[in-house]
């Protein structure tokens, strides 16, 4: 069946340093995989997404990696910052735009 | 603020009672996603819409649990006799059709079973 997962569970980094996600998933038909932040209480709020006919995406301080062979991508975000610390789900959705979540990333950026 | 908006925000109920979930997604996306996330947990997929058409439910909507879209434009996700074990923020997200829309979520409203 379809699943999403995503390590670490939690990740503690320096201020400026670098903080990277990595994810899995099974099903053959995922075609997007979107990033959520989410702040305590709030909705998940997309920082990146990329499709299946792309590599990698750049936005600022913040990048995404797919390969699609092995079925994994990966977020990556530099020079971290204290409001970067937030819980990060990825997700593989299909053409329908239903999304598999993974189990979400607890990331906490210390000054 | 033109984005997903969800009614209420926050329920607390007695075990047994029913509930009802608004949602009104952003205007002219014409499928709509109903999602559980529980404490600690990523966003489950319960159910979606295209137009007022229910295209898929999860083995998790259990036959307690009930959305409709009967317009195709907002929808409502009734639960029956709660119990306990259905706490949670109870998501909905919206996006147009297409392989390259964005799928925006809402605020959420957190159900407390008492």
């Known amino acids: 069946g379809e699943n999403v997962e995503q390590h670490p569970s939690t990740l503690s980094v320096q201020e400026g340093d670098s903080a990277v996600i990595k994810c899995t998933y099974s099903d053959s038909a995922s075609n997007y995989f979107p990033w959520y932040k989410q702040e305590l209480g709030k909705r998940p709020q997309l920082i990146i997404d990329?499709?299946?006919?792309?590599g990698e995406k750049k936005d600022q301080r913040i990048a995404v990696t797919l390969n699609k062979t092995a079925k994994h991508f990966s977020l990556h975000i530099t020079e971290t910052q204290p409001e970067d610390s937030a819980v990060y789900f990825c997700?593989?959705?299909?053409?329908?735009?239903?999304?598999?979540f993974g189990a979400g990333t607890q990331v906490v950026v210390t000054p | 603020d033109t984005g997903v908006s969800q009614d209420p925000r926050h329920k607390i109920t007695k075990r047994g009672q029913n509930v009802t979930f608004r949602c009104d997604p952003i205007s002219e996306h014409n499928r709509l996603y109903w999602y559980r996330q529980t404490l600690g947990q990523g966003p489950e997929f319960l159910t979606y819409?295209?137009?007022?058409?229910?295209?898929?439910k999860s083995r998790l909507l259990s036959d307690r649990f009930s959305a409709e879209r009967p317009k195709g434009s907002f929808s409502t996700l009734e639960i029956q006799r709660t119990e306990q074990g259905d706490s949670a923020m109870y998501l909905c997200a919206s996006s147009r059709t297409g392989a390259k829309d964005t799928i925006y979520f809402g605020e959420g409203s957190w159900l407390t079973v008492v």
């Open positions: 997700a593989a959705g299909d053409s329908w735009g239903k999304l598999q």
């Open positions: 819409f295209q137009n007022e058409a229910q295209l898929e």
């Open positions: 990329i499709r299946s006919n792309v």
